[in-house]
């Protein structure tokens, strides 16, 4: 079973991190959120779900303005050719489905909520988004988004396993 939104704050709480929740109906593109994330401070991420033509899995969380190159950045993280990952595989690893990837759901790739034989995922992190603060992802859903400070956006990421790769987009070739 996916990590609920309760135990994903019950975990962040335990690691000693705060954090601010807004609710707002679904939001399922960067540019549907806008409106309401424009009042909020920081830096809003765009997460995506891929996979690679050896069949290894990626997270990569980026700022929202970032501009993502799939067909570059494979040389970049040292992967095969990427591609979107499909709905059931996202489902499986991280505990999401389309429209809710993010970078908390990191959570679900421990050992507490993962799938049986569900296969690693590899973080890719955006530096760009780490340079803001706080930094806003979803809480497992799309119906509320949640700020939180970067250094304690990788704290979590850390406990959950990951050690993110962090990427500069705009250094990635044309």
């Known amino acids: 079973m996916p990590a609920s939104r309760a135990e994903l704050f019950a975990f962040l709480t335990d690691l000693g991190i705060a954090v601010k929740t807004y609710d707002h109906p679904p ?11 424009a009042s909020w401070p920081g830096g809003h991420s765009k997460n995506l779900f891929l996979k690679d033509k050896k069949g290894d899995f ?3 969380s980026a700022l929202a303005e970032s501009e993502i190159r799939l067909n570059k950045l494979s040389k970049v993280i040292g ?12 489902t499986e690893i991280l505990g999401v ?14 050992a507490a909520f ?17 340079a803001e603060s706080p930094i806003h992802f ?7 988004t949640t700020a939180i400070a970067p250094q304690d956006f990788m704290t979590f990421a850390r406990a959950c396993g990951h050690e993110p790769l962090l990427v500069d987009f705009t250094e990635v070739p044309e």
């Open 138 to 144: 979803h809480p497992l859903k799309n119906d509320a």
């Open 27 to 37: 939001i399922f593109t960067v540019e549907e959120g806008a409106p309401w994330k």
């Open 97 to 110: 489905t389309p429209g809710s990837v993010t970078g908390f759901a990191l959570i679900n790739t421990m």
């Open 114 to 130: 993962k799938a049986p034989e569900s296969p690693p995922i590899r973080f890719i992190l955006d530096k760009a988004l780490m």
């Open 79 to 90: 992967s095969a050719r990427l591609s979107f990952g499909r709905p059931e595989k996202m």
């Open 58 to 60: 990626y997270l990569i």
